[in-house]
């Protein structure tokens, strides 16, 4: 393990130092921190479910044998989870490296979650803010692959794999809050996502993706047609509600996601917001966005059941 200041070096320094002599392949919905790690990269595309293409990637792989696979474990916009099980058979069987983005997934899913041992992983990046922790640490955890050339060269700390004094404060809070997260009943979480999908469907709305598909228990996207997010975003934020048309690191930015434009969505991208439900968040809260996003869909004249 070598410790960061967050997931974005965690996946920069992997992408350092594992795809410098190798050809990149990353998904079409991964984070700008992977995406925006080398110039020189190759697209997989997704699924309209929003899962990571396995014809496309093995057809990549055929190609580029040797490749280093980026792949998130779930998507920070909309929560899909990604099949890296059958990822890492892939890189497996074509000789590729694989590292996982694990930010949204680490201390946002069960314990033991399956997804997070996939055999054959090369790294994983996580970061401890996610988790409830505070800012500032992060690291690159390493598999058979242990050498890793430094992004940051210093006196030696980390072993050698990244100078800089550790964030000590920030390491242990990120620890802690991992261990409280394998502790969170995860299942009443998801069941308070799932009163918002409904709610949401009954005002016209639709779930970003398919709501058969693996996702995490927090995160959920959705669409009401017509109404841009920017509208929705400003009407909730005088209701006292914080939400966001993408990534939760782009809220500053207006353009249509990039996620959303890869599951094939095109106007409908620019009607999206992404609802993530902390690991405190109560009943009493999730029924007070409901009906904040009711009283919103009604005032836009959009009919509820």
């Keep these: 393990m070598v410790f960061t200041s967050g997931g974005t070096e965690a996946n ?8 410098q002599e190798r050809r990149l392949l990353i998904g079409a919905t991964e984070h700008d921190a992977v995406r925006m790690a080398s110039p020189d990269h190759e ?16 057809a990549a792989l055929q190609r580029e044998g040797g490749a280093l696979v980026c792949a998130m474990a779930a998507n920070n916009e909309t929560g899909i989870l990604h099949p890296l ?14 590292h996982v983005d694990a930010v949204q997934v680490a201390g946002r899913q ?15 990046a996580v970061s401890g803010h996610k988790a409830g922790g505070i800012k500032g640490a992060g690291a690159l955890i390493l598999g058979a692959e242990g050498h890793v050339s430094p992004m940051l060269r210093g006196g030696g700390q980390e072993r050698g794999r990244r100078g800089g004094t550790p964030a000590l404060p920030a390491i242990v809070s990120m620890a802690a809050a991992f261990g409280l997260a394998m502790e969170q009943d995860w299942s009443l979480i ?4 799932d009163q ?3 709610t949401a469907l009954s005002c016209g709305a639709r779930i970003t993706g398919d709501r058969k598909c693996p996702r995490l228990p927090n995160t959920t996207s959705l669409i009401l047609p017509g109404i841009s997010a920017q509208t929705q975003l400003m009407m909730l934020d005088l209701a006292g509600y914080a939400v966001s048309t993408g990534s939760a690191c782009s809220s500053g930015k207006v353009s ?8 094939g969505l095109e106007d409908d991208a620019a009607c999206a917001i992404r609802v993530s439900l902390p690991w405190n968040i109560t009943e009493s809260q999730v029924e007070g966005f ?9 005032r836009l004249g959009k009919k509820t059941a």
């Design 290 to 298: 409901v009906g904040a996003y009711v009283d919103m869909a009604r």
């Design 43 to 58: 697209i997989v595309p997704v699924l309209p479910d929003g899962s990571l293409c396995l014809q496309a990637l093995e």
């Design 12 to 19: 920069a320094l992997a992408i350092h130092a594992f795809g």
């Design 85 to 98: 099980e059958a990822i890492g058979t892939l890189c497996r069987q074509y000789g590729a490296l694989l």
């Design 256 to 263: 249509a996601s990039h996620v959303l434009q890869a599951m």
């Design 190 to 193: 998801a069941s308070l996502r």
């Design 196 to 198: 918002i999908d409904m």
């Design 110 to 124: 069960l314990a033991g979650d399956k997804r997070l041992s996939v055999a054959g992983l090369t790294s994983l």
